[in-house]
């Protein structure tokens, strides 16, 4: 299974999204400053993930939420979840 997943920066509350096959290992390697898009802005927390069928699919979707309309509903998802 793949995922798309949300972190927050605990720093400037900076959002990112990604897409993973291992959400705990991409994470980690956020935090631990191995992403050289998201280092500066570390540490970060998970906010949400979504899991999908493949990869292809989870690719789609995070491309998706990075749009105005996909971050409108991705919004909505993750004020549900709370």
């Known amino acids: 299974m793949y995922f798309v997943y949300v972190l927050k920066s605990q720093k400037d509350e900076t959002i990112h999204i990604g897409s993973t096959g291992n959400v705990e290992k991409r994470v980690s390697a956020h935090n ?23 990869k292809h699919r989870a ?10 309309q996909g971050q409108s509903i991705l919004k909505k998802k993750i004020e549900s979840q709370v």
């Open 59 to 68: 690719f789609q979707l995070e491309r998706f939420y990075k749009t105005p």
């Open 32 to 54: 631990n400053g191995k992403v050289s898009y998201t280092k500066h802005k570390k540490p970060w927390r998970l906010i949400y993930q979504e899991e999908v069928r493949d």
